[in-house]
Nanobody
């Protein structure tokens, strides 16, 4: 599976962005999908996850109520809608795919995409 994230950019605090992650191959629906982020000088952190069917999701506490993960298996794409953005959301955002249930908590990812930069100005 090859993953390509897009949709990053520069936005003012309080604004919104929608990230997309397009997957190659015919097995996209076999994977739980995650978003991670890495800010300058910090470790990569788990942001959100969605199950294969899209029925269940999981979020890190700092984005709950502001970010929404979704997927369209017909388009082999996972999305991250980011609202009420804060300067502390500034990071490179990565999508990743994982087969096991641990992926729902951000562990055991099998494939990673290249990141997309999100910058939130104050």
């Amino acid at each position: 599976v090859q993953l390509q994230a897009s949709g990053g950019g520069l936005v003012q605090a309080g604004g919104s962005l929608r990230l997309s992650c397009a997957a190659s191959g015919r097995t996209f629906s076999s994977y739980n999908m995650d978003w991670f982020r890495q800010a300058p000088g910090k470790e990569r952190e788990f942001v959100a996850a969605i199950t294969r069917s899209g029925v269940s999701t999981n979020y890190t506490d700092s984005v709950k109520g502001r970010f929404t993960i979704s997927r369209d298996n017909a388009k082999n794409t996972v999305y991250l809608q980011m609202n009420s953005l804060k300067p502390e959301d500034t990071a490179v955002y990565f999508c990743a795919a994982g087969r096991t249930a641990s992926a729902l908590k951000g562990y055991g990812m099998d494939y990673w995409g290249k990141g997309t930069q999100v910058t939130v100005s104050s």
